[in-house]
């Protein structure tokens, strides 16, 4: 099982405190740090502060101070960006990290941070998942095109004329794309169509499981070939006992039983059960969604105590 920190800087962290984590989840062993792609914090224990980060410029700046890590976004948001200038940029870190780069994308869905920031939210989720759908096709077309060729595009809601399709990222043929969610039917059909990897975020075994299995059977349809990774996203608040753990649900607003019956939360050896379990249903991969980035010895103990009986 390969583990990755996932962190949730609208909900107020500084650059510095995301190369902070970076660097220990660098030097500690982890496979990747990911980062959200929000600009407004959530619920009622933070008040935010100091303000939102960019992801993907966070991102290039991460990419240029580590050298090893995974570097990607659960999940950049369709409607902040237009797709093509998002493939320059995802395309442009991607170089500047030497490949590193994973590119989690979905439809976007927070209304209240979009009219924050007076960006368009199409009403109705149809229309944002019609949107969405267009630029993964956009995207990958556009890292997919040939060098030298150029890239036409006759959408319902985007048009490219011929274009140079340029940069082209590091990884050939284009960056892994992971698309996540728990949708029942177009999730699975746009995962089997687009994606390299598909992520359920903070659900149960169960229905992780279930959304696991109706993503398998639109891969099965679809007639592909190439390997899915299938990885799951739950929140982390582990401790060497109960004071620790209870000390750590403090920090972020959560109680013990609540988390481990939501998260991954438990002493290591609770932690090593549970994620043997997520294994059982095909997670190959965990995103440890880290909510105190200033407890540096919460990924220590997880890297010490848990990463080798699961690694």
């Not at 500047?96 to 780069?101: C, N, Q």
């Not at 060729?149 to 992971?178: D, W």
Request: net charge negative.
């Amino acid at each position: 099982m390969r583990l990755r920190i996932f962190l949730e800087p609208q909900q107020g962290a500084t650059y510095e405190d995301q190369l902070a984590v970076a660097r220990a989840t660098e030097e500690l062993g982890f496979d990747g740090l990911f980062r959200s792609d929000h600009y407004l914090h959530m619920g009622d224990h933070t008040d935010g502060l100091p303000g939102p980060t960019d992801a993907w410029i966070t991102l290039a700046g991460l990419a240029r101070e580590t050298s090893r890590i995974r570097l990607g976004t659960l999940m950049t948001a369709a409607t902040f960006r237009y797709p093509g200038p998002l493939a320059i940029s995802v395309a442009q870190v991607d170089r500047m990290s030497g490949g590193r780069v994973e590119f989690g994308f979905g439809a976007g869905w927070y209304e209240e941070e979009h009219a924050a920031y007076g960006i368009p939210f199409p009403i109705t989720g149809r229309e944002r998942f019609d949107r969405y759908e267009e630029q993964l096709d956009i995207i990958t077309g556009l890292w997919g095109t040939p060098v030298g060729e150029s890239f036409r595009y006759e959408g319902k809601h985007y048009r490219l004329s011929e274009g140079p399709a340029l940069p082209k990222p590091e990884q050939a043929p284009r960056p892994p794309v992971v698309i996540g969610g728990t949708g029942p039917k177009r999730t699975p059909r746009l995962a089997a169509t687009f994606a390299d990897e598909y992520n359920v975020p903070f659900c149960s075994l169960e229905e992780t499981g279930a959304a696991f299995g109706r993503t398998r059977d639109a891969v099965a349809r679809s007639g592909r070939t190439a390997p899915m990774v299938y990885s799951a996203a739950q929140v982390l608040c582990a401790g060497r006992d109960e004071a620790e753990i209870a000390r750590r649900a403090e920090r972020i607003g959560r109680a013990p039983e609540e988390l481990r019956a939501n998260g991954l939360a438990g002493t290591p050896a609770e932690l090593v059960d549970k994620i043997g379990r997520f294994a059982e249903t095909g997670a190959e991969c965990l995103y440890l969604q880290v909510l105190d980035m200033s407890d540096l010895d919460h990924l220590a103990l997880v890297a010490e105590q848990v990463a080798p009986q699961v690694g």
